[in-house]
Structures are given as C-alpha cells and as structure tokens.
C-alpha cells in the first residue's frame, strides 16, 4: 500500500512515503523539541482515542485501574515488546519505572556497587556528569575519560577504566552537547566488564547487540513514548550483591517480582510507550536507523556547506539524534530563531549552557521534516547574503 506523509507548514506541503497502514499527518508545527519530544501521528491518534475510550471498557486510560485485566495485557505486551526489539537472552528482565532518568542515577549504584568498591564512569556530558555525582554517595568513582575541558565537544579515545570496577557506565547519546558513541566503543568494555548504559535519547535509534549491556535505562520522553516513565534492562544476575539495605520503591529485585507493578505505575505513559514500541516494531528498527543516517546527513550537510553556521562537535563523534551549531555570527541567531518559526519550525533553540540551535531528529521526526529545516537554513543564508549586497550597492551609489 503506497501511503503518504503530509506535514502543511505555513502553506508549504511536506510528503514522505513510508510502509505504514495508515500515517497521513496535517501538522501546524514542525517538532524539534529535545524532550519531551514529537510522537508518530498515528501513536497520538490512539492514545487521543483511549483517553475517551480505552480499548471498548468505556473508561479513560486515564481513569482506569492499574489492575484491570486491560491494562494488566497492555504492561506484559509492552515488556514483551521490548524484549522482542532487543532480542533479549533469558537473564535480562525488563522494568517500566518511575522517575525518569535522573532517578537511575542513584538507583544505579545503590544496587550494583558496596561504598568500598568502584565503578568507573565516562564524563562525556552533563548527565553523564550527574550520574557521576550520584554514583559518589554510595561508593568510589574513577573517571574513565572525560571531554569536559573542551565543554563536551568530543567523545574521549583515551580510555583508562579501573581493573577493579564493579561497573562500567556510558551515557550513549548526549542530548545538550549532540555528541555519540559509537556502536563499536562497547564490546571491548563488555568484554571485560559490566557496562551500563544510560540510552535516554537513543534507546531503538539504530540496531545493538543489547545483551552485551547488564543494565539499559531510557527515559521514554525522546523515542519511546510521553514522558513519565523510565525503561529498564537489567541482568538478573547482576542483583542482589551490595551489603546495604535498599528501600523498596528502589529495589531492582522488588520491581522485577512484582512485573513493574510494585506500586500504581504510570498508567498513561506506559500506554503511550506500548504504542510506540508497537510503531517501533511495524517500521522495523533497520528501517528506522537508516531514515535516521539521512536524516543526520542531510542536516550536517547543510550547516557544513553554509558560511553562517557552524557544526559544535567533532564530526567523528556527532549525534544522529541531536544536531547542535551555531551561527559564525551570533547578532543573527536572534533573526534565524525568528524566521525559522514563521516558517512553523519550533524547538530548535540550544540548551541554555551551549547556546546556538539544536535539532533534535528522533524516530518519529519524518525526513520531510528535515527537509523543511534545511531549506530554511539554506534560504536563510541567501536572504542574509542579498541584504548584504543590497548595502553594499547602496553605499556604491552613494559615491557616485
């Protein structure tokens, strides 16, 4: 079935050919938010739907028991799914939780590592950061690498992780700074180690051997549904070894006996996750991480062909998920910002401690969208070029 993507923007159509059933989106607004972040169309329609009518009780999602048998099925056939895109082994058990990633910051270390042991860290980031400042309350740090004295414009190549390291952590994509790792820096890790991956904003982005990680967690506000809750991968047989006592709602081992419903999850988020994931599974995770490859390239290319704009990172080292520039000069970002969002683009303004722009280009953003961002950095450019020459043939003619 040959199906089309429309995105009206300002007058301007936008169309991109794709192998859903149905996916015909008419949009006032193009979504470059880092998080929470744009859904795919056709997940936003369902759960418009079931906060009038969840699947025919008669009841909102958002009304509806935790522990009805409907939503009971939605929560096992979401882990399942995770299962199914991660083709998981047998020792990895799957977790919605509370919380967002910040939580797992400290839930991390509380469950894996003693206050006489170390994990090592990577420093490639402003969460990755924080999670180092967490894991130090319960035990000791080493700094594996770090990117910090160049504001996190690089990912390190000079690795040195302690011998003894109870864990190993990354942060795989960084959102603010728009750098990642690359698929090839974890198997030498996992060889040796337990690697723990905070995968936030690129969890399902491009395929993984994830059995290589012992611990996964994602905030699902970026590719895996609404903000409100958290995905965890864990091996079991990781648990279970630290000599501290550990409050239930931050038990691993708790949330697992009771298939992530220790306490009333979130009924709403999770639904819309399970959505996603199910959009996840019918595009194909291949198919998804290759619409991103084009999505990046056209993007970079773009700002790299421009005079006025600037890549932030190290081009080894850019993100798939999160282009982040500038403008060579600054008293035009002011004037690009508002022309962009005339054009009906929203959420391109940078983190607040890089500055510039930021385009966040998750799963659900159609390479159309893209498109439209491109064409307005390269008419932008343009403008800006004509309005020089206009000046200067008006000063030329003003001596004559």
């Not at 949009?27 to 997940?43: C, D, H, R, T, W």
């Amino acid at each position: 079935m040959r199906v089309v993507s429309v995105f009206m923007v300002n007058g301007l159509n936008c169309f991109e050919n794709n192998n859903c059933d149905v996916y015909v989106c008419l949009m006032s607004k193009i979504n470059f938010y880092a998080g929470p972040a744009i859904l795919p169309q056709e997940v936003l329609q369902q759960a418009q739907e079931a906060v009038k009518d969840f699947a025919g009780t008669g009841l909102s999602i958002l009304e509806i028991s935790h522990r009805s048998k409907e939503f009971v099925k939605i929560m096992d056939e979401a882990r399942a799914l995770v299962r199914e895109l991660m083709q998981l082994n047998d020792e990895r058990e799957v977790l919605f939780l509370h919380g967002g990633g910040l939580s797992q910051f400290h839930m991390v270390p509380m469950n894996l590592l003693n206050e006489n042991e170390t994990a090592s860290y990577f420093d490639t980031g402003t969460w990755a950061h924080g999670a180092i400042e967490e894991a130090k309350l319960f035990g000791k740090v080493h700094i594996a690498c770090s990117s910090k004295e160049k504001n996190y414009n690089y990912i390190p190549k000079d690795i040195s992780i302690a011998p003894d390291s109870k864990y190993v952590h990354v942060t795989s994509n960084n959102t603010i700074y728009g750098t990642q790792l690359n698929p090839s820096d974890y198997s030498p890790i996992s060889t040796y180690h337990s690697l723990v991956a905070d995968m936030s904003s690129d969890i399902f982005s491009r395929e993984l051997d994830y059995n290589q990680f012992d611990l996964i967690y994602a905030a699902g506000q970026k590719n895996v549904g609404a903000a409100g809750v958290t995905i965890v991968v864990v091996n079991k047989n990781i648990l279970g070894k630290v000599d501290r006592k550990i409050p239930r709602m931050l038990d691993y081992r708790l949330h697992i006996e009771k298939e992530s419903m220790l306490n009333t999850p979130s009924v709403f988020a999770v639904y819309v996750s399970y959505l996603t994931l199910q959009w996840i599974k019918k595009e194909g995770i291949k198919a998804i991480e290759e619409r991103n490859n084009r999505k990046a390239k056209k993007l970079y290319d773009a700002i790299d062909a421009s005079s006025l704009f600037n890549g932030n990172v190290a081009k080894e080292d850019r993100s798939v998920m999160n282009v982040c520039f500038t403008m060579k000069d600054q008293s035009l970002e002011k004037k690009f910002a508002e022309y962009t969002l005339a054009k009906g683009i929203v959420g391109i303004d940078g983190h607040r401690s890089v500055g510039g722009f930021r385009a966040s280009i998750y799963n659900a953003l159609p390479e159309s969208a893209v498109d439209v961002l491109v064409d307005a950095i390269k008419k932008f450019e343009s403008k800006a070029y004509a309005t020089i020459f206009f000046f200067i043939n008006c000063i030329s003619y003003s001596f004559l």
